[in-house]
């Protein structure tokens, strides 16, 4: 009996030249930073469907930011744009001469959630940080948090610093997706029993087409807490390399005398990373820890697939 898909509704709303069509486009549609110079602007709404793990579809509208367009999501296009809503994201261009004006739409649009889908998630990108002086954007965005979180309440929001030349991206858009998973509880405590039987240090299961994490596990702490998405961003980059020259990304395996990492293809929609620093592991055991425990995940991402846990022997 075939799956039926479970359709997530995702706003990206922002006023009209904040980044948003160019951020899609790099997690959604492969391009590279640069590339996204030549996007013209986004004539009222755009929609997309993205599958991502088997079942979820992402329904993404992407919402022109002009006045124009605006105005009406707020008047005659109302309960059709902010109905069902699962997640809004709202992207704030920190550089905008019109902040007064970009505070008041993000304001109209937490009153049509609140009457129309008053459970949604909402996320706030504090976008383009990379045009602020570096000593100065800690401040800058404490500073832009604490007033979109006073004037989202009785809503709650979840601000990220976002730009599209770094890893920064990758971090908001892996949060906001996490949200969005509906057994990702169940991914977690079986990712972290994978963990264990194998003795890894660190596992991670990225999403196959934007490789963005959506679940890990590690046993140890880490001196870099951004290196999910500097991995994100480097593999992803790599794969559109290759993809270039009409070959294909499967695996890697980097070592050196302290660890031995390997990235290899899990499931249908998931790559894995799995860190291991004990020598006396071979590389050729992990690949096949890696390779008996695909099936049992490939289970785990059919939503409405029957929930088994992966344990201990």
């Not at 706003?11 to 110079?37: C, E, P, V």
């Not at 990235?263 to 860190?275: A, E, H, L, P, R």
Request: aromatic letters at 10%; one cysteine or more.
């Amino acid at each position: 009996m075939p799956n039926t898909a479970m359709k997530k509704k995702v706003l990206l709303m922002g006023k009209s030249g904040s980044g948003k069509t160019s951020m899609r486009s790099i997690i959604f549609a492969n391009y590279i930073a640069r590339d996204t110079r030549r996007l013209g602007a986004t004539i009222d709404v755009e929609h997309s469907h993205v599958r991502f793990l088997g079942n979820l579809v992402l329904n993404l509208w992407d919402c022109g930011g002009q006045d124009t367009f605006m105005e009406n999501y707020f008047t005659s296009q109302r309960d059709n744009i902010f109905r069902n809503v699962e997640v809004l994201i709202y992207v704030f261009d920190v550089e905008s001469r019109e902040l007064e004006k970009d505070m008041h739409y993000y304001q109209s649009c937490l009153e049509a959630i609140l009457q129309n889908s008053p459970d949604a998630k909402i996320f706030c990108l504090v976008h383009k940080m990379d045009l602020v002086q570096e000593d100065q954007r800690d401040l800058i965005f404490k500073e832009r948090e604490e007033d979109l979180r006073r004037l989202s309440r009785p809503l709650e929001c979840a601000c990220f610093r976002t730009s599209i030349w770094d890893e920064t991206l990758y971090k908001a858009w892996s949060s906001i997706v996490y949200q969005l998973i509906p057994n990702v509880q169940q991914l977690e405590m079986n990712l972290r029993n994978f963990a264990q039987i194998i003795e890894a240090d660190e596992v991670l299961l990225f999403e196959r087409a934007t490789f963005l994490v959506i679940s890990h596990y590690q046993c140890r702490e880490q001196r870099d807490v951004h290196r999910f998405e500097k991995i994100s961003n480097i593999i992803k980059q790599f794969k559109l390399s290759c993809s270039k020259l009409a070959a294909s990304f499967q695996s890697m395996e980097v070592r050196n005398s302290n660890f031995a990492a390997f990235i290899d293809i899990f499931t249908s929609n998931t790559y894995v990373m799995v860190v291991m620093s004990d020598p006396s592991i071979p590389s050729a055991a992990t690949l096949i820890n890696i390779r008996n425990a695909r099936k049992h995940f490939e289970k785990l991402e059919r939503v409405d697939g029957p929930k088994h846990s992966l344990l201990m022997r």
